[in-house]
């Protein structure tokens, strides 16, 4: 078939297929699906014979082919990892969107793709390589995005490491825990911080005896907030001893934890880790027949929309998503285009949002 034919083909609806092009081009069906999705497989010339037979054709079976001519997505990868039911924790949710619009004003778009492991899994390290790096090969194999945003930089994970390794841009919510040395870029909400404004509002309220309720203690994430409540509550010379808990992040060990520390110690407020500890807790002073906010404060972590919606109200401290995502996009866009990026860190600060449960 020649080229006039090819584009008569085209001229009567019969769009071009890999094999029209590898026919233009004079090589296997093979060589265009390399030439398309691993094009470092490819001697230079054979890769500019194909390049030119896609622009002749217009083939463009999706958005590889682009690739292969600007040599550019404009796509940034992110993993979606399925939600656990039985939390009330939407900051991903509250990211994604800020992430999409902040993407868009840069020129980007956002591409998400799922590993199918349970958000959480393997936070403490349990998770198998091979599942904590799920997807990111399949998507550096066909180029199909410009870089990635990771979120998850719990200890263990091999995210960060994986990608380097393989040279992929990318810039992470949340700090090299394990690796202060590491030298990507990073941006991430000072929880520390985000607890002391909850304590020193309950310390403005009168309190005196403030429980913490928080996670285990592997949780990097985790003990940096509980840092806050303790620096705070020894900045004020208050008490600190036999009033915390540690567990897992669910509504169940919240209430448990609250139940047990409201018999034993009498706390006459509670500043959780998460909007979801302190659902649970909510549900402790429920079944104790205590008002929260009147008997009993309790401050949460991430300000979610359950914490804006559940009676009375739940005061919690809120992370700044929107200029997190901002900020990621900048440093994405100057790794894109090979700008200096003079400090790799960035640590945002959050604020408390108030409301009927302090």
């Known amino acids: 078939m020649s080229r006039g034919s090819i584009s008569g083909a085209r001229h009567e609806g019969r769009a071009p297929t890999l094999a029209t092009v590898a026919h233009e081009a004079g090589v296997s069906r093979q060589t265009v699906s390399n030439a398309l999705n691993s094009p470092h497989l490819l001697r230079p010339e054979t890769l500019e014979r194909v390049r030119r037979a896609v622009d002749a054709l217009g083939y463009s079976p999706n958005r590889a082919a682009r690739n292969l001519r600007t040599r550019s997505s404009h796509l940034l990868g992110l993993r979606v990892d399925a939600v656990v039911e039985g939390t009330a924790n939407a ?3 509250r990211f994604l969107h800020s992430l999409v619009e902040s993407s868009k004003d840069a020129g980007y778009h956002v591409l998400l793709f799922s590993s199918g492991v349970a958000a959480g ?3 403490e390290g349990g998770l198998a390589e091979n599942l904590a790096v799920a997807g990111y090969d399949d998507l ?3 180029t199909a995005v410009d ?11 091999p995210q960060a490491g994986w990608l380097e390794e393989r040279g992929a841009p990318f810039v992470a919510f949340g700090r090299p825990w394990d690796e202060p040395a590491a030298n990507h870029p990073w941006v991430d909400v000072d929880g520390r911080t985000g607890v002391m404004l909850a304590v020193e509002h309950l310390v403005e309220r009168g309190h005196e005896r403030i429980a913490w309720v928080g996670w285990q203690k592997s949780s ?6 509980r840092t806050g409540w303790t620096d705070a509550m020894h900045g004020h010379g208050l008490p600190t001893s036999r009033l915390s808990a540690r567990g897992e992040d669910s509504v169940d060990f919240g209430r448990r934890a609250a139940l047990a520390l409201l018999e034993n110690e009498s706390p006459s407020a509670f500043a959780c880790v998460s909007d979801t500890v302190a659902m649970g807790v909510l549900h402790a002073l429920a079944e104790t027949g205590l008002a929260c906010g009147r008997d009993v ?3 949460g972590f991430d300000d979610s929309i359950a914490a804006q919606v559940v009676p009375p109200g739940l005061t919690s401290v809120r992370q700044p998503l929107e200029q997190v995502a901002v900020e990621i996009v900048n440093l994405l866009d100057r790794r894109l285009s090979h700008k200096p990026i003079d400090e790799p860190g960035r640590l945002l600060v959050p604020t408390l949002s108030v409301r009927g449960s302090s």
């Open 121 to 123: 899994d393997g936070a």
């Open 297 to 299: 404060a309790v401050v």
């Open 220 to 225: 990097f994430i985790g003990e940096d907030r």
């Open 140 to 142: 550096l194999r066909s």
């Open 147 to 157: 870089a990635f945003v990771i979120t998850d930089t719990y200890r263990g994970n």
């Open 91 to 93: 900051t991903m949710d």
